[in-house]
């Protein structure tokens, strides 16, 4: 559980102790969907803003690909993890947090340019969010108590499975188990970062639609909310 300050605001941000849950961050690696006013806009299975993961931890609607057409699905819409996990009274605690998702992000704290020199086609829009997963930045922050070499097998980003999401197919390390970051590969479109079960951050952690790897919601508690 980390208690530091979240990007300066002065609220607490909150990391779940173990792998709680499983939630693939996409349904393909393949499929491109649209977006825009003429849907001229190309969006990749790693991008966090129309992810599956994200609508999942929110409980919000995401774009599906069905039979070759682009469709919205309702799968999770008022009933994600925040519906779920929550009662009413503790989901008005939870700020509506301002999410960093740029490609400064998607880089160790502190060594922006570690990985393809900074640049980073897939990083998406920031995002409003109750519930969300960390950043490659985040999970390489050394206030919030991790060290900030991402190739480090650090203890203190080891996550262990819940026995839930043993059941439901993650993968068993006596380490500790493989965990989802929101941060998409620099270089390709089907994977996401990942923090592996040494706890290392590895920028290939990921397909998208891999079913095996879990889901560590973070949230954030304090006086400031994003309206």
């Known amino acids: 559980m980390l208690t530091d300050n979240y ?3 002065g609220n607490k941000l909150l990391l779940a102790e173990k792998a709680l849950i499983l939630c693939q961050f996409f349904d393909s690696a393949e499929d ?3 977006r825009g ?3 001229d806009i190309d969006v990749y299975p790693s991008n966090y803003k129309y992810s599956k ?6 409980g919000l609607p995401y774009d599906i690909m069905e039979s070759g057409s682009q469709k919205d ?13 929550f009662t009413f009274e503790e989901r008005k605690k ?4 301002l999410v960093d998702n740029s490609p400064e992000s998607t880089n160790p704290d502190g060594n922006p340019n570690h990985w393809n020199s900074g640049k980073n086609e ?3 829009d920031d995002t409003k969010d109750h519930i969300f997963l960390l950043s490659v930045k985040e999970a390489t922050t050394a206030s919030y108590g991790f060290a900030d070499n991402p190739h480090t097998n650090d203890g203190a980003r080891l996550q262990i499975a819940t026995d839930f999401a043993l059941a439901n197919g993650a993968k068993y390390s006596t380490d500790g188990s493989r965990c989802l970051l ?3 590969n620099a270089t390709s479109s089907s994977t996401v970062c990942a923090i592996v079960d040494t706890g290392r951050v590895d920028n290939y952690g990921a397909s998208v639609d891999s079913t095996t790897i879990c889901v560590v919601p973070a949230l954030c508690i304090g006086p400031e909310s994003v309206q």
């Open 73 to 85: 699905s309702t799968e999770f819409e008022m009933k994600g993890f925040l519906q779920t996990a």
């Open 122 to 124: 897939y990083a998406c």
């Open 182 to 184: 929101r941060s998409p």
């Open 7 to 9: 990007n300066g605001t």
């Open 37 to 39: 006013a003429s849907n």
């Open 94 to 97: 939870i700020l509506r947090t």
């Open 53 to 58: 993961v994200r609508a999942f931890l929110n």
């Open 32 to 34: 491109v969907r649209k």
